[in-house]
């Protein structure tokens, strides 16, 4: 006597969740330009690597004698699997069953992946393709009763954006709850034109709201990625699922850990002459600070988030001779690198991931202060301000400035945590001061400048502003600060990149040892 029978139930069961919704429904999501989660988490991970959990759950139908005549998946697929030899725990969403539904899930395998990275201290994917927590109203009559919407297992959610990394690919369309899941996490992606991500769909916001967008107008991935609910766009699957596991190569496994160092080919002395002349001398004019953080890191490490999103700030990923890090940089390009209330916001969050994970931050500064005019107001780009400079006070991890050109007023002196050592080199393009003297001779030599226009016109005035301008640029020397000791270090641009290179083996050295000494979550105090 032996259990064949039963294995042979087992491979049975097994091979028909293989189907998920069956020929049809897989047929009409490959007609969408979309793969099947089976699909998807085959081309995410390593080969072979892949530990399905809880496959044989779904919804049995059952003849007179009680053996089984079909079978129908929950439309969630969960498990581990490893990610460029690295464990991850996944969960992705079978929309070829109920649409990816959360009411056809089984909701405790979706809590089961969130225990299984939260205990097993793993970087969580979510592969996201369903609607919101309810499904239909159909469920109404099959259930005969509605309910208090639940949240089962968000403890956990939100536990695990400050234990491990948590990324999330939309790569259908998203709402309610599918969406929610998408923007919890620490890096998300969503497809162009075959993922949508709202609130609620179409249908529903026609009902509401009198309006009758089209699910691109209402949640495509320009929407959405202008709007900084999602991160960066993906030009198809293979390209979302590449980012998430580019993302994932600069992070540590879990805050228990440190961010793992690679093998590195650029030269950590590499001296760049095109730094010598890429600030103009005229501080009205732009240049390309995209440019110089290509320039100063390894070469091809840079990996750019949420570009569509608080546009006057550049955060990124890159390395320096292997060792990852965080990049902040002002965009000149955009409102001269001065700080909006969504850059406030991508700022702080930014700043808090990468302390959450000991990345150590370079912040390459081109600060003229806050964005002044009658829109800054309404946006309360004051409040998200300090609400910025309170996450870089807050911020413990390494951290370092390079004062490319303008650092003025508030937002200007939260180029980093001054009650901190102060590491930072300014090029000798660097000017600085509570207002740029453009806007504030104008106000502080008002009177002499009208009296002057009233004495001898429009000329004089010229004048009189032209000579006043040129006896603050004389005292606003960089040298002059050097000499207050001000400024700690003066450098020739092409020694950035060394010097950065030097800078991040010593903070790397003090984040090996931060993890493995106390409590390595960080708990942050209330902020504006």
Known sequence: MTWEPELEELQRRAALAQRMGGEERVARQHATGRGTVRERIEQLLDAGSWRETGGLAGVGSYGPDGALEDFLPANMVVGQGAVDGRRVVVEGDDFTVRGGAADAAIWQKMVWAERAAHDLRQPLVRLVDGTGGGGSVKTLETMGFAYVPPLPGFDLVIDNLSRVPVVAAALGPCAGLGAARVVLSHFSVIVRDTAQLFVAGPPVVAWAMGETPDKEQLGGARAQTRAGAVDNEAADEQDALAQLKRFLSYLPGSVWEAPPVTACTDPADRREDELLGIVPRDDRK???????????????????????????LITALARLDGRPAGVLASDPEHYGGGLTAAAAEKLARFTDLCDQFRLPVVNLVDQPGFVVGTASERAGTMRSGARALA??????????????????????????????????????????????????????????????????????????????????????????????????????????????????????????????????????????
Not at 288 to 303: A, P
Not at 396 to 413: D, F, H, M, Q
């Open 286 to 312: 732009t240049y390309k600070m995209r440019r110089v953080v290509e320039l100063v890191f390894d070469r091809g490490s840079v990996f750019e988030l949420g570009r569509r999103f608080g546009r006057p």
């Open 391 to 528: 996450a870089v006070r807050q911020a413990e991890t390494p951290w370092c400035s390079i004062l490319v050109r303008k650092c003025y007023g508030i937002a200007g002196a939260g180029h980093g945590d001054g009650a901190r050592l102060n590491l930072r080199y300014a090029w000798p393009s660097g000017n600085w001061g509570s207002l740029p003297i453009a806007g504030g001779l104008e106000a502080a030599y008002r009177r002499e400048l009208e009296a002057a226009e009233a004495a001898s016109g429009p000329p004089a005035r010229a004048a009189l502003h032209a000579e006043i301008e040129g006896r603050l640029r004389a005292v606003t020397s960089p040298f002059r600060t050097a000499e207050r000791f001000s400024i700690e270090h003066i450098i020739d641009p092409r020694d950035t990149r060394r010097l950065l290179c030097e800078w991040a083996e010593q903070a790397h050295r003090i984040v090996a040892q931060d993890v493995t000494s106390g409590d390595p979550i960080r708990r942050r105090g209330l902020r504006p």
